[in-house]
């Protein structure tokens, strides 16, 4: 496992009294699988938009924070919680009709076959769910995913996260596939060979005697290294795992809620229809809001044998914030901005990349881009320590990223849906300036 842009306990010594006191405090209280970011963890009182503030007061331009997607603290958003909660907070065995008003507006962005909508709290019960159904449907317990996937932290969504390192785990039975990766690969046809690999762990599925349940995937494949092009590529991929009975689940809580600004979920790019839809992180701009699309077939059918029950999930208050995202997502006409500002952020990349040879392919997806970075200009050489570097340099800057990718060399960036062309201008600078003068040499 490779532990990408996480603090080092050994470096303690170099970090002022009082962030060395609260680090030890930390650890001592909540042990040491939480982990910080930054070689200097930043200790973080207050947002506002697109910006951070730090407890010694300086601010940051935060591209990384995907879960409020709309900005720190949206007024609009604060006020639709701080009514309901004074009005009502409760779960969904009674009848209340915001609930329902905001499962038929979800449900109207999705495709028409995905008709009906389960609540959670967070994208790995999401997740979770979504596996018990699809192996409940099929009866089986193999399932696909890619080679540095990252789908949830319970004890089924982990075993299908390979980024997180080796999960003990009895099911599911998880078979990966290669990224579907185009830099490096010349005339690669990207859908065709993500295809292949998937026909190759059937092959290893049904030689092991495993029966197939689910091709769970994010659209984006932003742990792998941030992937979307072709739009369209998925398709081939799709149709082999359907062949084989498995139960299609596209994992959203990262490119969906329009983070690709060209629609408003990630699988939409490449006009397929999963079996399952997946949500959470921006779909309540911090507040714990989750939750699946499906088929109705697969959901009544689970039903008539599993009673399910999620106390906090679909509760009022979350009701009321998730309809006030979708309004603000609408109102401030979010996808719009995110294709524009995303276009631009794409092509300053671009053009940096003119005079830095050590960013070897820029991604960019809406407001979602991976900057692979590289030594020399050479795909096979990846900058993995350079990279760490340039993650840190950015928060020296005032700008906060972070990294993926197996080879730990693509910087993720991610930023509020409300990011203007002058916080590009900024983010670029302070690029530009780290790529200059920081120590490449790995």
Not at 74 to 92: I, R
Not at 179 to 192: F, L, N, Q
Not at 205 to 232: C, E, K, N
Not at 305 to 314: I, L, S
Request: proline share 5%; aromatic share 8%.
């Amino acid at each position: 496992m490779k532990t990408i842009n996480a603090f080092d306990p050994a470096a303690m010594g170099d970090l002022p009294a009082r962030r060395q006191a609260l680090i030890r405090r930390r650890e001592a209280l909540l042990g040491p699988a939480y982990r910080l970011f930054y070689q200097d963890p930043v200790e973080l009182v207050r947002g506002e938009g697109v910006w951070v503030w730090d407890a010694e007061g300086k601010r940051y331009l935060d591209a990384y924070n995907n879960v409020v997607s709309l900005g720190h603290c949206h007024p609009q958003v604060l006020q639709a919680l701080q009514t309901q909660a004074a009005l009502l907070n409760t779960h969904t065995r009674y009848l209340n009709e915001t609930l329902l008003d905001y499962a038929e507006r979800l449900l109207a962005t999705h495709h028409a076959s995905l008709n009906r909508i389960m609540f959670t709290c967070t994208g790995s019960e999401a997740n979770d769910l979504a596996l018990r159904l699809a192996q409940f449907h099929t009866g089986g317990t193999g399932v696909i995913v890619t080679e540095w996937a990252y789908h949830g932290v319970t004890q089924t969504t982990s075993a299908c996260s390979p980024s997180l390192g080796n999960i003990a785990s009895g099911l599911p039975q998880v078979y990966t596939v290669p990224a579907p990766r185009a830099y490096g690969v010349p005339g690669a046809d990207v859908g065709a060979a993500f295809a292949a690999g998937v026909d190759v762990a059937l092959a290893r599925m049904q030689a092991d005697g495993v029966r197939p349940a689910a091709f769970l995937f994010d659209s984006l494949f932003t742990s792998d290294g941030v992937y979307g092009a072709p739009a369209g590529f998925l398709a081939a991929a799709v149709a082999r795992a359907r062949a084989a009975g498995m139960v299609v689940i596209a994992d959203e809580v990262q490119p969906g809620f329009g983070r690709t600004g060209t629609h408003m979920w990630g699988y939409q790019r490449h006009a397929i229809a999963p079996d399952i839809v997946t949500l959470g992180k921006p779909m309540g701009n911090g507040h714990p809001l989750a939750g699946l699309c499906a088929r109705h077939d697969l959901l009544d059918a689970f039903a008539r044998e599993t009673r399910y029950f999620n106390t906090f999930g679909g509760n009022t208050v979350s009701a009321a914030v998730g309809m006030a995202v979708l309004d603000v997502l609408e109102g401030e006409h979010l996808l719009q901005n995110a294709q524009a500002q995303g276009q631009y952020f794409g092509q300053c990349l671009q053009a940096l990349a003119q005079r830095h040879d050590c960013i070897g392919d820029v991604r960019q997806f809406g407001l979602f881009l991976g900057v692979e970075l590289v030594q020399g200009g050479d795909p096979s050489r990846p900058a993995a320590g350079f990279t760490t570097r340039v993650v840190n340099g950015m928060k020296a800057r005032g700008v906060l990223i972070s990294a993926c990718s197996p080879r730990a060399n693509v910087l993720k960036i991610r930023p509020p849906l409300v990011l203007q062309r002058e916080h590009v201008d900024f983010f670029i600078d302070a690029l530009d300036d780290c790529l200059t003068h920081l120590p490449q040499a790995d």
